[in-house]
């Protein structure tokens, strides 16, 4: 295909990620270097006769606004946002560092500060579900994989609900089961004996609750891929196993497995990335008490009557770098192979 | 006829059908409870007496004579005016589908078809894209927005959706259209057509499987979108994920938590009748990136 040719198909689509996904980038990087302008204030000094004099502090509305519409990004910050109390921190970290007389109790300050406490739950969220699912997703496409032909479409029919189904409504479902006065909620308290007892009131069991609706959230994906492996699985190389007295766990160990290892590292990768931007389950499960995650510190600063574009911002770009990082070893590969060529 | 070896003892028989049936459950049951308690009072689903009360519906005889009440929906659809918000989604699933399969199409083609080193850039840079969360393009946004004017209507909040779609749109129509041989059209050429002419007459008759199971992935993303909807939609305009979300706010401390449980039901009987329907096309599509490696 010609140059010129290419550039007329490629135009309309290229120019939507350009405008809004590119575009948006350069915009999220130059607000979070920007701070809103701080209000003006003057200093009137009212002279009463008698009285004597006193000064009054007021907002000069006028020069506030002036300056604002002169200056629309707000003033130039440099990193400051990057640095403050609810990003990086570094002023707090320095001193809990220097302070904390424990290691336990330097975490304690640590997850006290917004950033580090969602980036806690973001990263343990991401590297537990991750391989839980593929597991799980394995496990569930070996067991389907046995069943008979009509159960397999009903199985995959049901299986793909809790994939399909939007991931706030999911977690809302769940939440709603897992209620206290819901039936898994009181199934729980008949359990553990305990009126009071209540998954949303200690952090652990809000995190072990979200990990598990990550969990049944994905599982799904996973089993679809490998079910779909599976049916490309030779069976000569299975018959061999059988003939040299493999036992049924060893022909899932060395033959089975192998075969789907392209997929798991698929979809690990495609998971990876899904997973760090959790963030439905935190609103939909109403865990922001105990559980935040990167991408729900930036819906809370953009929503609300303020709304903090800046802090928003450079939690944006941090989220971006994050991604990054979690990506920089399949575009290394990717690269690699591409040098191959 | 299975050969002994490959027969399997009853105590794994048995495994596997207890862990199949256990998914089942785990996967199928909370839709079922949900649906069923949808059309219960809110004493009777978040039951402090006897959590048996959801089964049979004792306060909802008490109140309504009958163990089942549309009274939510009546609440959500009518009361609360649910009916808006769905219109409103299927509008904007609608243009997303319809503009971003447009304008992917003619990209993924281009893709397919163009074998110059810049290809293989775009692609990757469509992947870093798709790895981004799309609320962290949310803040960029506003500004402009506010800015233009253009803030809380739907036509903006399509646009955007189609662009975020891209990437995944791009991804999966190249490695659809690089299954068609490209003989087809290099004989159109040949013939005197045009590059434009030959996609239009030959790739297009042959395009739809891969397109419509690209189509099925823009609407569940358009469909299942919360944080770009709910960030750029005014509250007249929103659609349903961040109406829902919107009743929780006001619904837990006016006691009306069953409007929310209805809108929820709503919400999910589309995907239901989607997956009933497109089950072997949305199968086909998640394996298909993977399956090729």
């Given at each position: 295909?010609?140059?010129?040719?290419?550039?007329?198909?490629?135009?309309?689509?290229?120019?939507?990620?350009?405008?809004?996904?590119?575009?948006?980038?350069?915009?999220?990087?130059?607000?979070?270097?920007?701070?809103?302008?701080?209000?003006?204030?003057?200093?009137?000094?009212?002279?009463?006769?008698?009285?004597?004099?006193?000064?009054?502090?007021?907002?000069?509305?006028?020069?506030?606004?002036?300056?604002?519409?002169?200056?629309?990004?707000?003033?130039f910050v440099g990193l400051d946002i990057y640095l403050d109390r609810g990003h990086l921190a570094i002023a707090e970290l320095g001193e809990a560092w220097d302070t904390a007389e424990t290691w336990g109790d330097?975490?304690?300050?640590?997850f006290n500060l917004p950033l580090y406490r969602a980036l806690a739950f973001t990263l343990t969220f991401t590297f537990i579900v991750t391989p839980m699912l593929i597991v799980v997703g394995l496990m569930i496409a070996l067991a389907v994989n046995s069943l008979h032909r009509h159960l397999k479409g009903l199985m995959i029919f049901f299986s793909l609900l809790p994939m399909i189904v939007t991931p706030l409504i999911?977690?809302?479902?769940?939440?709603?089961?897992?209620?206290?006065?819901?039936?898994?909620?009181?199934?729980?308290?008949?359990l553990a004996g305990d009126p009071n007892f209540s998954l949303k009131a200690s952090t652990?069991?809000?995190?072990?609750?979200?990990?598990?609706y990550g969990i049944w959230h994905s599982a799904p994906f996973a089993f679809v891929v490998f079910y779909a492996g599976l049916q490309t699985l030779p069976k000569d190389q299975i018959e061999a196993a059988q003939i040299d007295g493999a036992t049924r766990w060893q022909q899932i160990k060395y033959v089975v497995v192998p075969h789907l290892m392209p997929l798991v590292t698929f979809v690990a990768l495609i998971q990876?990335?899904?997973?760090?931007?959790?963030?439905?389950?935190?609103?939909?499960?109403?865990?922001?008490?105990?559980?935040?995650?990167?991408?729900?510190?930036?819906?809370?600063?953009?929503?609300?009557?303020?709304?903090?574009?800046?802090?928003?911002?450079?939690?944006?770009?941090?989220?971006?770098?994050?991604?990054?990082?979690?990506?920089?070893?399949?575009?290394?590969?990717?690269?690699?192979?591409?040098?191959?060529? | 006829m299975a050969s002994k070896a490959q027969r399997r003892p009853l105590g794994l028989s048995i495994l596997i059908y207890g862990f199949?049936?256990?998914?089942?459950?785990?996967?199928?049951?909370?839709?079922?409870?949900?649906?069923?308690?949808?059309?219960?009072?809110?004493?009777?689903?978040?039951?402090?007496?006897?959590?048996?009360?959801?089964?049979t519906g004792e306060r909802t005889k008490a109140t309504y004579d009958s163990a089942f009440t549309g009274a939510a929906y009546h609440g959500a659809w009518v009361q609360e005016e649910f009916w808006r918000n769905v219109i409103n989604?299927?509008?904007?699933?609608?243009?997303?589908?319809?503009?971003?399969?447009?304008?992917?199409?003619?990209?993924?083609?281009?893709?397919?078809?163009?074998?110059?080193?810049?290809?293989?850039?775009?692609?990757?840079?469509?992947?870093?894209?798709?790895?981004?969360?799309?609320?962290?393009?949310?803040?960029?946004y506003l500004l402009p927005f506010f800015e233009w004017n253009v803030w809380g209507i739907l036509p903006t909040t399509i646009i955007v959706l189609v662009a975020i779609n891209q990437p995944f749109t791009l991804w999966m129509l190249h490695s659809f259209f690089q299954n068609i041989p490209k003989e087809l059209d290099e004989s159109a050429k040949v013939d005197g057509c045009t590059q434009f002419q030959a996609f239009r007459h030959v790739i297009v008759p042959v395009m739809w499987p891969g397109v419509?199971?690209?189509?099925?992935?823009?609407?569940?993303?358009?469909?299942?979108?919360?944080?770009?909807?709910?960030?750029?939609?005014?509250?007249?305009?929103?659609?349903?994920?961040?109406?829902?979300?919107?009743?929780?706010?006001?619904?837990?401390?006016?006691?009306?938590?069953m409007f929310a449980v209805a809108a929820v039901v709503s919400a999910t009987a589309p995907l239901f009748i989607l997956v009933m329907f497109f089950q072997r096309q949305i199968v086909s599509g998640l394996t298909a990136g993977a399956v090729k490696g």
């Amino acid at each position: 295909m010609k140059h010129r040719t290419f550039f007329w198909f490629f135009l309309p689509t290229g120019l939507a990620m350009f405008l809004f996904i590119a575009l948006p980038i350069v915009s999220v990087v130059t607000q979070s270097v920007f701070a809103p302008h701080e209000a003006v204030l003057k200093t009137v000094e009212n002279c009463t006769p008698l009285v004597g004099c006193t000064t009054e502090t007021t907002i000069d509305q006028e020069a506030t606004r002036e300056i604002r519409e002169a200056q629309p990004l707000g003033r130039f910050v440099g990193l400051d946002i990057y640095l403050d109390r609810g990003h990086l921190a570094i002023a707090e970290l320095g001193e809990a560092w220097d302070t904390a007389e424990t290691w336990g109790d330097f975490w304690d300050r640590l997850f006290n500060l917004p950033l580090y406490r969602a980036l806690a739950f973001t990263l343990t969220f991401t590297f537990i579900v991750t391989p839980m699912l593929i597991v799980v997703g394995l496990m569930i496409a070996l067991a389907v994989n046995s069943l008979h032909r009509h159960l397999k479409g009903l199985m995959i029919f049901f299986s793909l609900l809790p994939m399909i189904v939007t991931p706030l409504i999911g977690s809302l479902i769940l939440f709603w089961m897992v209620d206290s006065r819901g039936i898994i909620g009181s199934a729980l308290v008949g359990l553990a004996g305990d009126p009071n007892f209540s998954l949303k009131a200690s952090t652990g069991l809000t995190w072990v609750m979200l990990i598990v609706y990550g969990i049944w959230h994905s599982a799904p994906f996973a089993f679809v891929v490998f079910y779909a492996g599976l049916q490309t699985l030779p069976k000569d190389q299975i018959e061999a196993a059988q003939i040299d007295g493999a036992t049924r766990w060893q022909q899932i160990k060395y033959v089975v497995v192998p075969h789907l290892m392209p997929l798991v590292t698929f979809v690990a990768l495609i998971q990876l990335m899904d997973n760090f931007r959790v963030f439905e389950p935190v609103v939909g499960f109403n865990a922001s008490a105990h559980a935040t995650s990167l991408s729900w510190i930036i819906f809370n600063d953009l929503g609300g009557e303020t709304r903090q574009l800046s802090a928003a911002s450079a939690t944006s770009v941090l989220t971006i770098i994050g991604v990054a990082i979690l990506l920089s070893p399949v575009l290394v590969r990717t690269w690699r192979d591409f040098k191959g060529k | 006829m299975a050969s002994k070896a490959q027969r399997r003892p009853l105590g794994l028989s048995i495994l596997i059908y207890g862990f199949v049936g256990l998914w089942f459950i785990l996967a199928a049951f909370p839709f079922f409870w949900t649906l069923w308690g949808s059309f219960k009072v809110e004493l009777d689903f978040f039951s402090i007496a006897n959590w048996t009360n959801a089964i049979t519906g004792e306060r909802t005889k008490a109140t309504y004579d009958s163990a089942f009440t549309g009274a939510a929906y009546h609440g959500a659809w009518v009361q609360e005016e649910f009916w808006r918000n769905v219109i409103n989604t299927f509008m904007v699933c609608f243009f997303v589908v319809l503009t971003s399969l447009t304008i992917g199409t003619l990209g993924g083609y281009a893709l397919s078809r163009s074998g110059y080193r810049y290809t293989f850039w775009l692609l990757i840079t469509a992947l870093i894209f798709r790895a981004m969360p799309p609320i962290t393009l949310v803040a960029g946004y506003l500004l402009p927005f506010f800015e233009w004017n253009v803030w809380g209507i739907l036509p903006t909040t399509i646009i955007v959706l189609v662009a975020i779609n891209q990437p995944f749109t791009l991804w999966m129509l190249h490695s659809f259209f690089q299954n068609i041989p490209k003989e087809l059209d290099e004989s159109a050429k040949v013939d005197g057509c045009t590059q434009f002419q030959a996609f239009r007459h030959v790739i297009v008759p042959v395009m739809w499987p891969g397109v419509i199971t690209t189509g099925l992935f823009s609407f569940l993303l358009a469909y299942n979108d919360f944080a770009v909807t709910a960030m750029l939609l005014s509250e007249s305009n929103r659609t349903m994920v961040p109406a829902i979300a919107a009743f929780l706010g006001t619904t837990y401390t006016e006691g009306n938590v069953m409007f929310a449980v209805a809108a929820v039901v709503s919400a999910t009987a589309p995907l239901f009748i989607l997956v009933m329907f497109f089950q072997r096309q949305i199968v086909s599509g998640l394996t298909a990136g993977a399956v090729k490696g």
